[in-house]
């Protein structure tokens, strides 16, 4: 083996989301000669699943390699939102240190906080990259006073807050060392990741040491782990032992040893300490576990991951509709689609329901647990959601407690008014609050469950102007009730398909959630109602027929446009009463108890038991 195998530095790249990450690995690539010169390679190449092309977020944390003279830098690129906290949580485990992106207008934001807390707490070095300097309103030099003082906030040692500071602009592959210096290339970044990190120490003669960070499934060879060799060198021909702390060892023997280059696994043998590796031919390897020599057990400590903090019941679709798109319908098909999830997904949490019809599924946010549904729909599932619950827990002294989130919102100043208020009302607390140029960025902290339906209550009372960031920061003791939606909903009491003439007869109640023409059910929701009681309507009555002509009164029907929900607004939508029901073609709303007279009967029942 050469001198080479000393020579690795494994990096993650955080930040918060749309800070540039993926467009700074994507220059990394660039200029290490991963691509042919005539090859085509589009925007944020890691970014490689439908949804992160879709929507422009990392979901998912992903690695890659580049060589930069005698040094081989793995690098893995991380989601930004916090919902997506577990996977930057066990990656920070693996790495020799992080590269923090801030953008150099917008400065630290609440995710920047969450995930420099947690690198920080692995007792990582960061580097300071400020991004976008090109922007006309970029603020380097008080950017970069506002990230120390973050550090210090955030307890950092006096040799994390020495941190070196790059300059840049990820997008055109920039990187100075000082605001006037002149540069064409990443060379200044490279050099000083090169001097602030020392290669991986040469362990190679020490008893094998081989930790799973992540997990992924190749159709053709089964689950693969991925991990960083810690200590040892790790040959595929040998024995293995899979170790666990507290649990006995078990045997294994690889089938397929890989390691980064570039974008693409490679092949090999063997792999020295320091290097990041995929694992094949363990079927039952999971996070956190340690590969050893098979004549020593030394497991390092368990990978811990923060509780989720947002649940939602995932149910059998029992609307008349089931089954039109969908092909996997049963509780069984669920199930195994939950259990495939749970292998490589470690920040979420499945426990079955009472009943025999679903599965409480728990995880770190909405965006978090919604990716999960859309991409199961995707695949041809159908189901019912259920509202999204904050799980409260108790502390020490038996009192419930419950999750607090970091808010911050900026705003055209006109409407900080209405946004102050509405967060007040939601038990929210103020931070601080500054004016820039007409812009007013406010600091709250209020309870997750104020925040459930809050999105777009704050869309449209910015006119679609401001922007509202949430990170979890913290619990605390419980804050009492919180209102809900304050609006009723228009339920369709018939089967069939809705009348124009009927909708326009409803359009002055409230605002419609459907088209002329479109397939309703029994206890389907329609639209919300101007008032905050429930209606019962018909959408499927038509004019009745006669042979007499009415003069004006047959003139064409012009109904507005109906409002229609992305998956994550219809979570956010609903009450406790009504379900989502997610299907390949279509997202629906509906009430749980679809017959008029059985929604009576049971709210009779809950509100005599309240009584009693």
């Known amino acids: 083996m050469t001198s080479t195998h000393n020579k690795i530095i494994n990096i993650a790249v955080i930040a918060h989301v749309d800070a540039g990450k993926s467009t700074l690995v994507d220059a990394f690539l660039n200029q290490s000669g991963v691509f042919r010169e005539n090859e085509v390679v ?9 949804l992160e092309q879709e929507r422009g977020i990392t979901i998912y944390s992903k690695n890659c390699s580049i060589r930069h003279g005698d040094y081989k830098i793995n690098i893995v690129d991380t989601p930004g939102h916090s919902d997506f906290s577990s996977e930057v949580e066990r990656v920070l485990k693996t790495v020799d240190t992080v590269i923090l992106l801030v953008d150099a207008t917008e400065g630290p934001m609440p995710q920047t906080r969450f995930v420099l807390q947690k690198s920080l707490e692995q007792g990582l070095r960061p580097i300071l990259f400020i991004n976008k300097i090109d922007k006309n309103d970029q603020r380097a030099e008080e950017v970069v006073n506002e990230v120390f003082d973050l550090f210090v906030e955030l307890n950092a040692t006096d040799e994390q807050c020495d941190f070196p500071i790059v300059y840049g602009i990820a997008k055109q592959g920039i990187a100075k060392l000082e605001m006037e210096d002149e540069s064409t290339d990443l060379s200044p970044l490279f050099e000083t990741i090169t001097n602030h990190v020392e290669a991986y120490p040469d362990y190679d003669e020490e008893p094998l040491q081989v930790q799973i960070s992540a997990l992924a499934y190749d159709d053709y060879i089964g689950r693969l782990g991925i991990g960083r060799v810690f200590k040892g060198k790790l040959d595929s021909s ?3 032992n899979i170790c666990s702390e507290g649990e006995e060892p078990r045997k294994g023997k690889i089938s397929k040893l890989q390691v980064y280059e570039g974008l693409k696994t490679v092949e090999t043998k063997e792999a020295s300490s320091g290097e990041m590796v995929v694992i094949a031919g363990i079927p039952d390897i999971s996070i956190g576990e340690t590969i050893c020599d098979s004549d020593s057990n030394l497991p390092m400590g368990k990978i811990l991951i923060e509780e989720p903090t947002l649940s939602m019941n995932f149910m059998v679709n029992d609307s008349p509709f089931v089954g039109r798109s969908g092909k996997f319908v049963t509780t069984r098909h669920i199930k195994d689609r939950l259990e495939k999830e749970l292998e ?13 019809d679903g599965y409480r599924v728990s995880g770190r946010g909405e965006l978090h647990l919604s990716i999960l549904i859309e991409n199961m729909r995707r695949e041809g599932y159908e189901l019912g959601v259920s509202k999204p619950q904050v799980l409260f827990k108790k502390d020490e002294n038996g009192n419930t407690i419950e999750p607090i989130e970091r808010v911050t919102v900026s705003c055209p100043e006109e409407y900080s008014g209405t946004i102050i208020n509405d967060l007040n009302i939601r038990k929210g607390m103020m931070e601080s609050m ?3 140029e007409g812009y007013v960025k406010i600091q709250y902290l209020v309870p997750t469950r104020g925040l459930l339906g809050y999105r777009s209550d704050f869309i449209n009372s910015t006119r679609g102007e401001g922007t509202l960031l949430t990170s979890f920061e913290r619990y605390e003791e419980y804050k009492g009730e919180i209102p809900s939606r304050l609006n009723g909903v228009l339920i369709s009491q018939a089967n069939g398909k809705t009348m124009g003439y009927a909708l326009n007869a ?6 419609l959630f459907v088209d002329p023409g479109v397939d309703v059910y029994e206890g389907m929701i329609i639209g919300m109602n101007s008032r905050k009681e429930d209606m019962v309507v018909n959408p499927t009555k038509n004019k009745k027929m006669s042979n007499v002509r009415a003069s004006g009164s047959d003139d064409a029907i012009k109904l507005s446009p109906p409002r229609i929900f992305t998956l994550e607004e219809s979570l956010e939508f609903i009450e406790d009463d009504e379900l989502v029901e997610v299907t390949p073609d279509s997202i629906r709303l509906r009430k749980k108890i679809l017959n008029e007279n059985d929604r009576i009967k049971y709210n009779r029942s809950i509100s005599n038991k309240v009584v009693e």
């Open 42 to 50: 589009k925007d944020c190449v890691m970014d490689s699943n439908d």
């Open 238 to 240: 040998l024995q293995i």
């Open 344 to 356: 490589v997904n470690v920040g979420l949490k499945v426990e079955p329901l009472d009943t025999t």
């Open 434 to 436: 500054d004016l820039i």
């Open 506 to 511: 409803l359009s002055s109640r409230g605002v």
